[in-house]
């Protein structure tokens, strides 16, 4: 069977602190880490999730066991009418983001700024306008931090890479994460340097998505589950390239107490990212060992400054 031999880090650059884990993050975490799935970055969604994400991160980093978490500092496009409805204006929660970066810097927790975009399959969350007022402060904010940008794109028909190109293009580099874009989008990406597009379960839908992400070099990939969503379904063409990992699988039910080997069903978690390794190593014909030291490398690349 086709392995990991010889990779010793492998890193989920997407998860979210969804209240789901709460009742079991070590247990996931250690699952995480028995897989060599020893860097792991929570995404910050808004100004009070980026510093819950930073408080968690360091009590867990403080244990000294793996895996080392690290988090982004931004405002999620669909969480943007709720940014609103605070009342702070755009620089007033700008300063307050770059505050929260720079104190997570310092002790390297906070690695990218985001998660930030634009989202044109929720404008129900926030309507584009809402969504714009609210996107271009992150620019500033990976300016003044050297943080690469943590990119949420949906549906934008290149639109959002466009306008981030006219308003001064990207400072620092930055990742696409959550790829489902077609042929174009991905080469419009591509062309951009030191930008780099990251793949979950949603990416690898159909065989015309499989065909896109086929197409991502390994100088350019990143892997990410995307946390308690995005898992590789039982549907997408990939999943025969996926293997079972040694743990039980069960239904969530009221007052099932979660265990170490017992991973729950229709919930993804980080230890999920190896899958997602095997998916894209099959598709780009690239050993697993290859795909996951490529992207290890790029992770260097983007983010080695940042990071222990
Ligand atoms: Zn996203």
Same mark, same amino acid.
């Given at each position: 069977?086709?392995?990991?031999? =010889? ?17 079991? +993050?070590? %247990? ?27 408080? !968690?991160?360091?009590? +867990?980093?403080?244990? =000294? ?19 609103? @409805?605070?009342?702070?204006?755009? @620089? ?13 810097? *310092?002790?390297?927790? #906070?690695v990218f700024i985001g998660e930030c975009g634009l989202d ?13 007022? +609210? ?14 940008? !943590?990119? %949420? ?49 949603? &990416?690898?839908?159909?065989?015309? *998505?499989?065909?896109?992400?086929? =197409? ?6 990143? !892997?990410?589950?995307?946390?308690? +969503?995005?898992?590789?379904? &039982? ?13 039980? #699988?069960?239904?969530?039910?009221? =007052? ?16 999920? #990212? ?14 697993? @060992? ?9 992770? *260097? ?6 990071? %222990?």
């Amino acid at each position: 069977m086709a392995s990991f031999s =010889g990779v010793t880090t492998l890193t989920d650059i997407a998860v979210n602190l969804d209240e789901i884990f709460d009742e079991d +993050w070590s %247990h996931i975490l250690l699952r995480a880490r028995e897989n060599n799935v020893n860097r792991i970055i929570i995404t910050g969604v808004d100004l009070e999730v980026s510093k819950n994400a930073i408080k !968690f991160c360091r009590e +867990w980093n403080a244990s =000294g066991i793996l895996p080392r978490l690290y988090t982004t500092v931004g405002l999620h496009p669909t969480n943007t009418k709720q940014a609103d @409805e605070t009342g702070l204006s755009v @620089e007033e929660y700008e300063q307050r983001l770059l505050e929260v970066a720079m104190d997570g810097m *310092q002790d390297k927790t #906070v690695v990218f700024i985001g998660e930030c975009g634009l989202d044109y399959d929720r404008f129900s969350y926030a309507d584009l306008d809402t969504q714009k007022k +609210w996107f271009l402060m992150h620019l500033n904010l990976s300016r003044m931090t050297g943080l690469p940008l !943590f990119l %949420h794109e949906r549906n934008t028909n290149n639109f959002l890479l466009n306008w981030i190109k006219e308003s001064g293009g990207i400072p620092n580099g930055a990742v696409v994460h959550s790829f489902t874009g077609n042929m174009e989008d991905r080469d419009n990406t591509l062309a951009l340097p030191n930008v780099y597009i990251s793949i979950n379960g949603c &990416s690898l839908r159909t065989i015309e *998505q499989c065909d896109v992400i086929s =197409g991502i070099p390994l100088d350019k990939i990143l !892997f990410e589950t995307d946390a308690p +969503w995005c898992s590789i379904k &039982s549907t997408s063409p990939c999943f025969v390239h996926t293997e079972k990992l040694p743990y039980n #699988v069960i239904k969530r039910k009221k =007052g099932t107490i979660p265990r170490e080997d017992t991973m729950i069903k229709d919930r993804n978690e980080p230890v999920m #990212v190896t899958q997602v390794i095997r998916c894209y190593a099959a598709l780009t014909q690239s050993s697993i @060992e290859c795909a996951a030291s490529c992207a290890e490398e790029n992770i *260097q690349k983007l983010l080695g400054k940042f990071m %222990h």
